[in-house]
């Protein structure tokens, strides 16, 4: 079997999984505050399972991938829509939703052919995507559609009894445990079981900044000036696929406008590899680059998001500016939103 292809026994057990899901209709007694977690039989990795469609709009099983994924939910329902919107794709899961046929690609109609299933009607039809940081929503691999495949079947069971049992999912410990399903060894099967696991939030990623110690000097050297510079760091709405079988990437656009006169001192185009915390890493140094090139040592440096903030946080000592955080930046979003209607 070549290594990306799955068989048709894989994707018979994972549409079958998600067809008693549909059927149960957990949504109508669960909300995607109730997580609970699968433990991968092959891996022994972490799926954190919410189930979404209580508001009767979009039904979708989503399976958070380890700590950073489940916490990267609950960040992203803490700050709810103050939050970007790429913030989601930003969130390592495996989703099982239901959509209209015409939402489907061909490669998902032709898996459905194969089975020899029928669909019929609005939100009915299975549709599966991996997502991973800084990247587009895309086909499973093979171990993706064996563990989805598996959370299914453990999530009729939990969801089932979570309507007879309301408080099934509640930890006595701490409000970091989770009830996992856990599968050990049988007679040539799996037998599984509950267990409280205490989760710990990850470790935040170490993000290397790389900064021009030249620009950097010559920036220290000029006299402050009554500026103001806005500064984002947004996901470009195309996704970029290189070659044919790529998983497509979403380039992060990093724009630098002068507030007063609206003139833009850079963008520039990154790409989230190796890493989303390598890409990161980049944003302070393009900045300085950009203003030493410019000559303008600010007064004030205003972005929008707490990540940028962070960013540019060593680059204030250095250079005496006041950073402020804004949800608006007036003169930037006007540019942001020209470069979109040209370009995108």
Known sequence: M???????????????????IKEIAPWEWMSEMDV???????????GFVSVMGALGEHFSIAVYLGPKGVYGFWDLEDTGPNDVPERLLEIPQLQASFENRNELHKKDRDIIKQLGLKFRG???????????????????????????ACVLEQATDVTNRFLDDPGLLESLDDDESYLVRVS???????????????????????????????????????????????IDFFLAPMPVQENRDDRPYFPYVLMVVEAQNGFILGTDMLQPEPSLEAM???????????????????????VRTNLLRNLLKPLVKELGFKLKQSPVLPTLDEAKGFMFQRFF
């Open 122 to 148: 609005r939100q009915a039809w299975p549709m599966f995507r991996s997502y991973r940081p800084g990247f587009a929503p895309w086909f499973l691999e093979p171990a993706e559609i064996r563990f989805l």
């Open 184 to 230: 050990q060894p049988s007679n040539g099967s799996l037998t599984w079981e509950d267990q409280m696991i205490h989760v710990s939030p990850p470790e935040p990623e170490p993000i290397p900044l790389a900064i021009n110690v030249q620009a950097l000097k010559h920036l220290k050297q000029l006299s402050k000036r009554k500026v103001t510079i806005e």
């Open 2 to 20: 070549a290594k990306n292809k799955a068989t048709l026994d894989e994707w018979r057990r994972l549409y079958e999984a998600t067809i008693q």
């Open 280 to 302: 990161w890493g980049q944003a302070p140094g393009y900045v300085v680059q950009l203003l030493a090139q410019a000559g303008i040592r600010p007064a004030i440096i205003k």
């Open 36 to 46: 609970f977690g699968v433990r991968d039989p092959e891996t022994g990795d972490l």
